[in-house]
Protein backbone atom coordinates (compact mmCIF):
# COMPACT_ATOMS: atom_id res chain seq x y z
CA UNK A 1 0.00 0.00 0.00
CA UNK A 2 2.53 2.54 0.48
CA UNK A 3 5.28 3.61 -1.64
CA UNK A 4 8.96 4.07 -0.92
CA UNK A 5 10.09 7.90 -1.25
CA UNK A 6 12.30 10.07 1.50
CA UNK A 7 11.39 13.80 0.29
CA UNK A 8 8.38 15.34 1.37
CA UNK A 9 8.38 17.97 -1.98
CA UNK A 10 6.46 21.15 -2.15
CA UNK A 11 3.81 19.29 -4.14
CA UNK A 12 3.70 16.44 -1.63
CA UNK A 13 3.49 19.26 1.68
CA UNK A 14 0.85 21.71 -0.21
CA UNK A 15 -1.47 18.63 -1.02
CA UNK A 16 -1.39 17.44 2.71
CA UNK A 17 -2.05 21.15 4.19
CA UNK A 18 -5.19 21.26 1.13
CA UNK A 19 -6.77 17.92 2.29
CA UNK A 20 -6.02 18.84 5.80
CA UNK A 21 -7.64 21.92 5.59
CA UNK A 22 -10.85 20.64 3.68
CA UNK A 23 -11.09 18.70 6.77
CA UNK A 24 -9.74 15.50 5.73
CA UNK A 25 -8.31 12.59 8.44
CA UNK A 26 -4.85 11.66 8.45
CA UNK A 27 -6.34 8.07 7.50
CA UNK A 28 -7.88 9.72 4.52
CA UNK A 29 -4.82 11.73 3.44
CA UNK A 30 -2.29 8.85 4.21
CA UNK A 31 -4.51 6.80 1.70
CA UNK A 32 -4.25 9.97 -0.90
CA UNK A 33 -0.54 10.09 -0.58
CA UNK A 34 -0.04 6.82 -0.62
CA UNK A 35 2.14 6.61 2.67
CA UNK A 36 0.71 5.49 6.69
CA UNK A 37 -1.14 7.62 9.24
CA UNK A 38 1.54 7.73 11.20
CA UNK A 39 3.60 9.29 8.31
CA UNK A 40 1.13 12.12 7.92
CA UNK A 41 0.52 12.70 11.67
CA UNK A 42 4.61 13.35 11.99
CA UNK A 43 4.39 15.90 9.29
CA UNK A 44 1.37 17.75 10.24
CA UNK A 45 2.81 17.93 13.35
CA UNK A 46 6.18 19.39 12.31
CA UNK A 47 4.52 21.78 10.31
CA UNK A 48 2.60 23.07 12.81
CA UNK A 49 -1.27 21.70 11.79
CA UNK A 50 -3.73 21.16 14.29
CA UNK A 51 -7.56 21.24 14.57
CA UNK A 52 -7.21 24.51 17.08
CA UNK A 53 -5.87 26.89 14.35
CA UNK A 54 -8.01 24.80 11.31
CA UNK A 55 -10.31 27.46 10.78
CA UNK A 56 -7.28 30.09 10.47
CA UNK A 57 -5.85 27.88 7.87
CA UNK A 58 -9.48 27.54 6.36
CA UNK A 59 -9.47 31.23 5.93
CA UNK A 60 -5.43 31.85 4.65
CA UNK A 61 -6.31 28.93 1.87
CA UNK A 62 -9.23 30.80 0.99
CA UNK A 63 -7.74 34.03 0.44
CA UNK A 64 -4.59 32.22 -1.07
CA UNK A 65 -6.73 30.58 -3.69
CA UNK A 66 -8.65 34.09 -4.14
CA UNK A 67 -5.44 35.61 -4.45
CA UNK A 68 -4.01 33.10 -7.27
CA UNK A 69 -7.14 33.67 -9.57
CA UNK A 70 -6.93 37.07 -9.38
CA UNK A 71 -3.60 37.52 -10.69
CA UNK A 72 -4.39 34.66 -13.09
CA UNK A 73 -7.21 36.89 -14.46
CA UNK A 74 -4.95 40.12 -14.09
CA UNK A 75 -2.45 38.17 -16.27
CA UNK A 76 -5.26 37.37 -19.18
CA UNK A 77 -6.34 40.96 -18.99
CA UNK A 78 -2.92 42.16 -20.28
CA UNK A 79 -2.49 39.79 -22.78
CA UNK A 80 -5.42 40.12 -24.09
CA UNK A 81 -5.03 44.24 -24.76
Given at each position: ?????????????????????????????????????????GKAMRLGLSRDNLKALQIEHVMAERKKMLLEWISRKKSVT
Open positions: MTKEWKVWDEYRINRLIRLYVEGRTFSQIAKDLEVTRSTIA
